[in-house]
């Protein structure tokens, strides 16, 4: 590795103008690979091929899958690309379940053993440049004791599903090019790594550091252009010298960088700033390679998590990435939608649960200010030797790929909730660190060891009625990585859950589906706030994630993982709000997210519902009236359960039901700042269809899926909260599709499908019935 010396950096040009980064090397080009593929499973081979396009699932599956597909699918796809003697190109796949073959025109060109991380595979050699070409992929899900996660999938926590589940991508580049941070295969090095390491309001300094490869027969010179530029167009370039690459060699180079005044990205304030590398050679740019980063400074101090010098108590949850019916096949619009709605409940955290999740989804971390903890793929399985190599490879790999992502805080780099032995810890540790070689990328592990700088048990790990309160042991801190889930559900019993699994008790759960009514959903957002208000209190902690934020399948288990804060189908439950409550009144955020003054009464208001009517608010005061009748006015209720909560919920005592309107105000500094009404339901008469987008359009020229909402609802609009009725959707118009059950019955007055769009060019109208109900209509246009 070189680094330039100082005195030949040189700022060239600060400027308001902004070129939106659009400059194109003449030679690198990216071009979504996803379309005109054809599928078949193996168990279906003497069929015809099925037309399909990629992000794709080899199954579509059940709500609840009891049986998910194992097995071999094959992909195939002709294509063509120009002839040019000094073009490279590549294939990038974003990931494949789980294990891959690839041939080219009949030639078999690689293997890939690995679902969640990408591989790259050079093509050039196998193309026909005059005529057509034909890829064809070999893709199995099969159990596999020697990659992870490793267990088998009838005893897994979760779900992998299958197919070419993620995005692929055709590149083409020049023959000395910027090389691929996976695929380089190098310590630290590989691709382009940005890393800001002395950072203050005033300036922020450090490096960036590009790999490049140069495959023609004689020595290149060539520089380096680097161009940062703002959100608000400003811009800073540097240029190194010339240098020399020799014939078939590989060469780092390092580049100084310092930016003055910079934007920091923060919770609250996710500035990212756009960076350009470009390599010039005779005066002509032949590749360019550019991405996303932020400056931020992230250290564990001796008295807690600080960012940008500011102390955070870091509250988050866990996410798992599938998606009902499609497992993990989502598009990246998708991804975006998911990471809104996190932030919209309250949180600025997520972890990885459990594997590295796609780069469409830490791009919406970046571009929302979520914390990241990024996890290696694992979960009570510790396998042979091959195996263990292979998971300190998805170390390298999980580092390499998302080491320039400012979100990402914490790296857990070890396998969840197993075993490990001493050596393999200390090697997954030695492993990440040589990845990530400067201050401040924190290594985190169940295990309390001193291989790891962060503890990160899950809040079952320890025993009531203390857990991790009292737990001191030097320097190190506590983040609790789950909690809210399991101590309910099994009496603290451990975490064998097939052992312990007739221990479930329907009202102490906080595994609750919304159709089991108010009663269960107020206890499981009160298990939430219990164990919050608990974690807050150990003097070591320096964050926590509650399990889950949305409803998941398992592989072991017939029935829907429903601890989730909203639904599979993404629907709130109470405690979504008892987690919005706690982000403060003055934080106002981006536009595309719910922030400032909330109110929300957790109560559907009928003859059945609780008269204790509970209210959260990040409000001094709430005020509840019943049929505009004043039933109170009070701040939070402060006890033993909440006196560590930034907002703690307000309860109202009402004497009796009647029938009407239930009202909250929400009072800051004795101003009326927000406000939340619940009618009581009448009669079921009409279907009202509502679809979510999340603050992100439908793609208009990809492949796209987005949930559509059939409420059962009276006269005025109210939802029928135990409403079951069978609901049919129907498409009249438009490039798409459903995927779901259909008909399909509503669950507490909602039935949710799938629409899956081809592209958004043309009109999508989407209809729905029930008997003796008003027909509810969608149009969706671009």
């Known amino acids: 590795m070189k680094l330039i010396p100082k005195h030949i950096i040189f700022l060239l040009l600060i400027t308001l103008t902004f070129s939106s980064g659009k400059v194109q090397a003449q030679s690198r080009t990216k071009v979504n690979f996803g379309f005109d593929w054809e599928f078949k499973r193996e168990e279906k081979m003497a069929s015809n091929w099925e037309k399909i396009t990629i992000p794709h699932t080899d199954k579509i599956e059940p709500l609840v899958v009891n049986n998910q597909f194992q097995g071999t699918s094959w992909y195939q796809k002709k294509f063509k690309v120009e002839n040019s003697n000094n073009k490279k190109v590549f294939l990038y796949f974003e990931g494949v379940m789980q294990e891959a073959d690839v041939w080219i025109n009949d030639q078999k060109i690689t293997n890939h053993k690995g679902g969640y991380l ?134 780092a180079i390092t580049q100084n960088i310092e930016v003055k005044d910079p934007k920091l990205w923060s919770i609250s304030n996710p500035n990212l700033y756009h960076l350009e590398v470009q390599v010039i050679s005779n005066n002509k740019m032949i590749d360019s390679y550019s991405e996303k980063v932020g400056i931020r400074k992230s250290e564990i101090k001796d008295d807690g998590y600080y960012l940008n010098d500011e102390k955070v108590y870091i509250t988050g949850t866990n ?106 810890m200390k090697e997954a540790t030695k492993a990440l660190k040589e990845e990530l070689p400067f201050a401040h990328n924190y290594s985190a592990s169940w295990i309390d060891s001193d291989n790891y700088d962060l503890f990160i048990p899950a809040r079952q790990h320890g025993k009531a009625p203390d857990y991790w309160t009292k737990y001191n042991k030097g320097n190190r801190k506590i983040f609790i990585a789950e909690y809210g889930d399991w101590e309910y559900y099994a009496q603290n019993a451990g975490f064998n859950q097939k052992e312990f699994s007739n221990l479930k008790e329907d009202e102490r759960t906080s595994r609750q589906l919304r159709s089991n009514g108010e009663k269960r959903l107020l206890q499981q957002a009160y298990n939430f706030q219990e164990a919050a208000n608990s974690n807050r209190k150990g003097v070591q902690t320096i964050g926590e994630a509650n399990w889950v934020m949305f409803d998941y399948n398992r592989g072991y288990s017939n029935d829907l993982e429903s601890s989730g804060i909203s639904d599979i189908f993404r629907i709130p439950k109470f405690a979504y709000y008892f987690y919005q409550s706690q982000r403060d009144t003055n934080s106002i955020l981006d536009k595309k997210i719910v922030s400032g003054p909330m109110v929300h009464i957790a109560n559907y208001w009928t003859s059945n519902s609780p008269l204790n009517v509970t209210v959260y608010s990040n409000c001094d005061e709430v005020a509840l009236y019943l049929n505009d009748v004043p039933v109170g006015k009070q701040k939070p209720i402060i006890n033993q359960n909440s006196d560590e909560l930034k907002h703690a919920p307000f309860v109202f005592k009402v004497e009796k039901f009647i029938a009407g309107t239930l009202r909250a105000e929400g009072f800051v500094k004795g101003e009326k700042v927000v406000s939340n009404v619940v009618k009581t339901p009448e009669s079921a008469a009409k279907i009202v269809l509502s679809y979510d987008v999340s603050s992100k359009a439908i793609n208009p020229n990809s492949p796209d899926m987005v949930f559509v909402y059939a409420k059962i609802t009276d006269e005025n609009g109210t939802i029928i909260p135990d409403a079951t009725n069978e609901v049919t959707f129907a498409l009249s118009e438009g490039n798409a599709e459903l995927i779901g059950e259909n008909p399909v019955k509503a669950e507490a007055g909602i039935a949710t499908i799938i629409l899956k769009t081809a592209n958004l060019k043309k009109s999508i109208k989407i209809t729905s019935s029930s008997e003796r109900l008003q027909k509810g209509t969608l149009t969706i246009s671009k």
């Open 118 to 251: 990408p591989f790259t595979v050079d093509i050039t050699a196998f193309l026909n440049l005059k005529k057509e070409n034909t890829i064809k992929v070999k893709v199995n899900n099969e159990d596999n004791p020697e990659f992870l996660p490793g267990k088998p999938l009838k005893d897994l926590d979760f779900n992998y599903y299958g197919g070419i589940y993620r995005n692929v991508y055709l590149l083409t580049t020049d023959k000395l090019y910027i090389t691929n941070v996976v695929e380089a295969d190098k310590k630290a090095s590989g691709g382009v790594y940005v890393n800001f390491d002395n950072i203050n309001k005033e300036k922020a300094s450090g490096t960036v550091q590009v790999h490049l490869k140069n495959e023609f027969a004689v020595a290149k010179y060539v520089s380096l252009k680097f161009i940062l530029t703002t959100k608000a167009g400003g811009k800073l370039e540097f240029k190194s010298e010339a240098f020399a690459i020799k014939a078939n060699s590989d060469k």
């Open 319 to 424: 996410e798992h990435q599938e998606y009902p019916y499609l497992g993990y096949a989502i598009s990246d619009e998708a991804q975006y939608r998911d990471a809104v709605k996190i932030k919209n409940a309250g949180f600025d955290f997520v972890r990885l649960s459990h594997y590295p999740h796609a780069e469409a989804f830490l791009n919406a971390c970046d571009e929302l200010g979520i914390l990241v903890m990024n996890s290696l793929t694992g979960w009570q399985f510790f396998g042979n030797d091959t195996f263990q190599k292979n998971a300190i490879k998805d170390i390298r790999d999980m580092a390499r790929r998302d080491r320039n992502h400012p979100s990402i805080i914490f790296w857990e780099a070890s396998l969840n909730e197993t075993e490990m032995s001493e050596s393999f």
